[in-house]
Structure formats: C-alpha cells, structure tokens
C-alpha cells in the first residue's frame, strides 16, 4: 500500500557515476545485494510513495539500466560527460517538464534508504520550509561534505574540497538527499556554477543559494548505514553484510530458528514462517518460501523452492528452482532436486539427483538414484506413484512412469513403464567361477615377481 504524501511526488536516482573502482562491465548501480540490483532496492522503497514520475540520470551503460527498470514507468535521462551532481540533475528537467510538486533527489549507489526516511525527507517541506537536506554522523566524517546548522536549520552546506578546517571539523555530514519543490529547483540549478576545488556542478549549491535568498531550509538526520554507498567491491560486501544482518534479527523476531546467523544468507525475497529450523552455513537464492516446522539442516543451498510443513532439508541438499515439496517430505544429505514436485511424506535421503519428476505421497527413494532427465536436446518427465520404493543405485529413464505401490529392484535401469504394485527388476543373472579369484591373485603375483 503506497504512502499518502500532502503534495505531488516526484524522484530523480542519480546513477551517473564512473563505477570505475568496481571495475566491472555491469553498471555499479546493478550489482545485487540479497540477490537483487541495489537499484532495484531504492526503487521499491520508492514505489510505496507512489511518486507521480520517476527520472534515473546514467551515464555509459544506459541500456544496462533502462532493461532493469522496464516496466516500473521510469525514465532514463542521460549526463554526458559528468560535471558532477547539479548538472546530472539538470539532466532530468525535460522528464519532469510540467511537474510542480516535491522533488525527492536520490543515489542509485545508496540503495538501502528507507521509504520511511523518504517520506519524513518529502514532509519536511511546509509554507517556512523550501528545502530538506538528509544528513548523517558517521564514525568517520573523512571526505563527505559538512552541513553547518543552527538547530535543524542549515546555515551552510560545504564540499570537504572547500572546507576550513574549522568546517571539517563538524561531525555532521551530508547524504546528498534532498527533497525540493519543482519550482525553485530548475531555476536555483541555473545559478550553479564550476567555480570550486573540482569544477563541478555541486548540487548542495542550492540549498546556498536559497539560504542566500533568505529562505530556510532543515536538515532531516538519519543513520550512517541507512545512507551507506556502494563504490567498490569492499562496500559492496559491507552493504550485503548489513543487509543479511538485518534480515537475521527479523527473521530470529519472527520466530525462526538461526542456530548461527552469521553463517545463514537470504535472498531479498526469501519468505520464513515461525518455527522454521535453520542450521548452519544454509544459503537461500531467490524464490524460495518455507513453511512453518521446516528443518533446514548445515550447508545446504536451497533457491526457487517451495517447502512445505514439517519438511527435512540436508544437510548437504541442493534444492533448485521449481522443487516443491508437500508436508513431511524429505530431502537429504547430497540429493540434489530440479523442477520436482514431492508429495506428503515422500523421502530421497542419500545421494540422489531427482530433476523433472512428480514424487507420490510416502515414496521413499533409494541412495545413487537418478532421473535420467536429459537426452542433449530435450527435457523428459519422470513419475513416482504414490507409496512406490525406487531402489539404491538406480536410474529411472525419462520419459517413465512407476505406478503406485510398486518397487524397483537395487540396481536397475528403468527404460519402461512400471504397473502399480510390481517389481521391476533390470539385472543380468549372477553367476560364480569357483576358485578364479585365487588364480588369478597367484598368475599377477608371479608376473609382478619377473
């Protein structure tokens, strides 16, 4: 359900930026957090605002973002070359020709932000207010820009390029959010200029032209790691790691079991009921949802899952996309599943590969099966009659049906359909040489000996 907002909303993402310390040919702001795009991250935030219009700025790699944001009504406007954040803005005036409302400008490099924080940013704004800046304290101001106040109104905002030294001292640092009535941004755009240490285009020049006016404008703060950016790998696995750390603690408050979270990774999507059981080192891709009573055992990879109530996961087990498993199904250490539907009860315990199968209720599985899934050009459905026993080491040839009740002997290589309650047996005859063994030990010794 989106968020009421007291004036029209709309958002400008700027992505414009090098991303060379990446050093990657994937735009900086589509590398995944939880398995998603960290653009992707912001936007959905976003979209619960239900802004009016939405404008990224980008710079190379523009048809690597418009295919990640098709489908969510967003522009792509593009800055080229980049003369910093005032100018990528301008960049967005033509999509939003015609808008007169709130502008909420955003970093597609800062993708966990709040729609929370969003919303107190965009209600900032009344009849005293022009603008809002969002800023925060880190542990280590470094390089950011300061924000110089008197209570929660801004006085100043400096680039640390610019800074005194008196002004590198303030602890209070600026985010680069900011939210801005559509008629004062365009025109406060056009009164920036270059003229500073990079000879850039900075967009917190508005806010001193504004101040200049004798207008106000207030300083919203958050916390450091909801505004944290992603620049290099290194932050990238920082933002990952407070993402997954989050995730955790909601998860152990929603009534899950994380016997050592540290070691447990979810997807952004991953769904757990309470009284879910997760061992250590489990690693969930996306689309996977767990009923409640599920016990995912050590170092298990489970994604595009469903399971059910009750249901026993590892350790070791590899569940990929399209495995759905009914109630008290079972799968075990080293069995891998594929596009493979199990009933109620249904278990492959040891050492299986089942892809493109339908497992009956109570089916029990034998160690070493396999479905022979695969001819090198096409895909062929197995199925697995309710309550039927597949023996250890078996290889049941796709397309084959076993019916209900029925067994396959220890061994066998099932090319045929087999009827309901029957044994299927494949295995030549066992026959013995009395003594050979013995012979032949004796003849390898005696050669070995020349």
Same mark, same amino acid.
């Given at each position: ?57 980008? =710079? ?23 003369? =910093? ?128 006016? =004798? ?236």
């Amino acid at each position: 359900m989106g968020v009421t907002n007291p004036a029209p909303l709309a958002a400008i993402i700027l992505a414009a930026g090098q991303g060379t310390r990446m050093k990657s040919s994937l735009h900086k702001v589509l590398h995944p957090i939880a398995h998603k795009p960290m653009v992707l991250h912001l936007l959905d935030s976003l979209a619960a605002l239900a802004p009016e219009r939405s404008v990224i700025v980008v =710079g190379k790699a523009r048809e690597q973002v418009e295919a990640a944001v098709a489908g969510r009504n967003i522009a792509v406007a593009v800055q080229s070359p980049q003369l =910093g954040t005032g100018h990528a803005v301008q960049q967005a005036e033509a999509a939003l020709a015609g808008f007169n409302g709130t502008i909420l400008v955003l970093y597609g490099d800062a993708p966990l932000v709040s729609t929370a924080t969003m919303q107190r940013l965009a209600a900032a704004l009344d009849d005293g207010t022009a603008a809002a800046v969002l800023a925060f304290r880190p542990e280590a101001p470094g390089a950011y820009g300061r924000v110089i106040t008197d209570g929660d109104r801004v006085l100043k905002m400096v680039e640390f390029k610019d800074a005194s030294l008196e002004e590198r001292a303030v602890p209070l640092c600026n985010s680069g959010l900011l939210a801005v009535r559509s008629a004062d941004l365009w025109p406060l755009l056009a009164r920036v200029t270059n003229d500073n240490a990079a000879g850039e285009y900075y967009l917190p020049d508005i806010i001193t032209h504004l101040i200049a006016d =004798g207008r106000t404008a207030r300083v919203i703060e958050t916390a450091a790691d909801e505004v944290a950016g992603v620049n290099s790998r290194s932050e990238l696995a920082a933002l990952e790691a407070q993402w997954q750390h989050a995730r955790r603690a909601q998860a152990m408050a929603d009534g899950v079991t994380l016997t050592d979270p540290a070691s447990v990774f979810f997807a952004h999507d991953t769904e757990v009921a309470a009284d879910v059981s997760i061992e250590p080192n489990v690693v969930f891709g996306p689309g996977v949802r767990i009923a409640s009573g599920a016990r995912i055992r050590a170092h298990s990879h489970i994604e595009g899952a469903d399971i059910g109530e009750n249901c026993e996961i590892g350790p070791f087990a590899r569940l990929r996309p399209g495995t759905v498993l009914a109630a008290k199904a079972k799968i075990g250490n080293f069995v891998e599943t594929k596009n493979a539907a199990f009933g109620p009860g249904a278990k492959a315990n040891h050492l299986s590969y089942i892809g493109d199968a339908n497992v009956g209720a109570a089916a029990n599985i034998g160690a070493g099966t396999i479905t022979c899934n695969y001819d090198g050009f096409f895909k062929y459905r197995t199925s697995i009659g309710a309550g039927a026993f597949i023996g250890s080491n078996s290889a049941l040839v796709a397309p084959v049906s076993i019916g209900d009740g029925a067994i396959v002997g220890a061994g066998s290589t099932i090319t045929a359909d087999v009827p309901a309650d029957a044994l299927a047996l494949v295995r030549p005859a066992q026959s013995h040489k009395p003594g050979w063994a013995a012979r032949f030990r004796a003849a390898m010794q005696a050669k070995k000996a020349r």
